[in-house]
């Protein structure tokens, strides 16, 4: 596995917004697709990690009701770089994120994940 790097969480307001980063070398040269996911502490066993967003290879992006509109996932191919810009951040939405890049078995990467918490 090689490592990839989450940043750009934080603590914000209700209502603020955030980017955050996820830089994976070889990420683009090996044609993967990037997720992106949550865990919330408060959530049930069964409902602790929630998919937010998919980018494809080609720049197709998907996102989860409970964030389309307000998120929006972009590559930067250049840079082996991922965003995920976040606006009118609701307390919900405090968790931990983490990307996670989906391919072919070179698309095999690990991070930390970047904690994002949203006050009211």
């Known amino acids: 596995q090689v490592q990839l790097v989450e940043s750009g969480g934080g603590s914000v307001q209700a209502g603020g917004s955030l980017r955050l980063s996820c830089t994976a070398p070889?990420?683009?040269?090996?044609?993967?697709?990037m997720d992106w996911y949550r865990e919330a502490a408060d959530k049930a066993p069964g409902e602790l990690r929630e998919?937010?967003?998919?980018?494809?290879?080609?720049?197709?992006?998907t996102y989860a009701d409970s964030v389309k509109g307000r998120f929006t996932v972009s590559t930067d191919q250049a840079k082996d770089t991922v965003y995920l810009q976040m606006n009118s951040l609701q307390p919900e939405d405090s968790a931990v994120y983490s990307c996670?890049?989906?391919?072919?078995?070179?698309?095999?990467?690990w991070g930390q994940g970047t904690q994002v918490t949203v006050s009211s």
């Open positions: 996670d890049p989906y391919g072919l078995t070179v698309c095999n990467y």
């Open positions: 070889g990420f683009t040269a090996n044609g993967c697709g």
């Open positions: 998919w937010v967003s998919s980018i494809s290879p080609d720049g197709r992006a």
